[in-house]
């Protein structure tokens, strides 16, 4: 067991110093001192302890006073965009950053500091005791994503808000969102309304769907950001469209509507190449799409368009590409997409379940950037083993030791650290309904993912990380939060 709780964050810190003389109390005096633009992250910060110690922890403006948690813009600029500086004394606590990013993310490492009972929803005995000491971190890549698939099963805003929560405690910063697919479609397009009226009606097993309007979208979008999160929406195309085939007939080559569907095969759809109507209907929702999405990505899919010849996918990619860009964003695409030869700034996202693709090498090549997902690594919706009542297996199994056990910097051949963007956790939802499917498939090999995109190559390692993990157990119990207690961790 870790001597301090200095030990036991997740993901590893860049460097920890205990210092068992300085353990500081939260206590019914304690206030929040938040000047500025650190009022948000302070308010934040006080919604996670109010309701556990009871306290009234007010959220100050004021200087650092004595017996206080300050958080501070005044970090050191080697600290970067994402890194902080948070210090325990027995008489003050203070989280250094250069950004309100850096001061959330000292805030995730602040609460794990504090004991489980803290991530409870209501009030629990203390001593609140946080472990005195010092620690410096930054991230070791920028983009680190969780994905959420509501086409398959649609997730209400409530749900796709938890998990968000959820994961940002990992200091995931990222949230990719698969909003269309063959079983529905789920974002509102204003210009073309049956998507949804029609298009978003069912989901897998034939229960019935839903979806976002464009206000949901923005609550969610909004809600992200504040868990210092940014949305990638996804659009997936030409295949799995059937969602977008059945709503609108004129979308097929034959000009007949197939009807929804509720299965779960993949590669059976395409959009129509070589109508007008296709680049007419791909425009219309990339416009619409991106005017909703602050972030710097669009998604446009391209994976498994089994029913697309090359010729005819490379020449959709060729013209739906530049309307990414007309609208102000930068591709992100499964790295099939890669056959487009898509410009510098576009990102392949790998799933394969090898070392890499000559796909990969000619996109480096290029100067594209490489997501790593690699399916048999880092997709949750696989099941931990053969007994997993969840998920699916066409990857193979993955345990916890399995999502950690990669190196996203070199785990891709003729992908160099430098062309690597960052990772993601993939949770597809064909056997996925609720809360607690995510939460069981998630945890606790999100953390593991999170931690390969945050720490340190030489912070890598087994031993220390599920001793860590193990401790993290009481704090999703408190939480009221479900995960799959796996045999290979030394559960505290
Ligand atoms: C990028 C990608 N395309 C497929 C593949 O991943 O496997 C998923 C299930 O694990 C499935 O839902 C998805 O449609």
Known sequence: PAASAMDTIVPAPESVTPNPAADFELSEQTAILAPGEAAGVGEYLAGVVRPSTGFPVPVNPALPGTGDIALALDGDPALGPEGYRLQVADDAVRVHATSTDGLFNGVQTLRQLLPAGIESPTAQPGPWTMPGGEITDKPRFGHRSAQLDPARHFFTVDMVKRYIDQVAKYKINKLHLHLTDDQGWRLQINSWPRLTEFGAQTEVGGTPGGFYTQQDYAEIVDYAASRHMTVIPEIDMPGHTNAALSSYAELNCDGVAPPPYTGIDVGFSSLCVNKDITYRFVEDVIREVAALTPGPYLHIGGDEAHSTTDEDYVAFMSKVLPLVEKYGKKPLGWHEYGKAAPQGDAVLQFWGTTNGDPLLTEAVARGNKVLASPANKSYLDMKYDENTPLGLQWAGFIE????????????????????????????????????QHIEFMAFPRLPAIAELGWSAKGALNWESFKNRLATQGPRWQAAGQDFYRSPQIPWT
């Open 400 to 435: 916890v030791a399995d999502a950690y056990g990669w190196d996203p910097g070199s785990y891709l051949q003729g992908v160099p650290e430098e062309s690597v963007l960052g990772v993601e956790a993939p949770m597809f939802s064909e056997t996925l309904e609720t809360s």
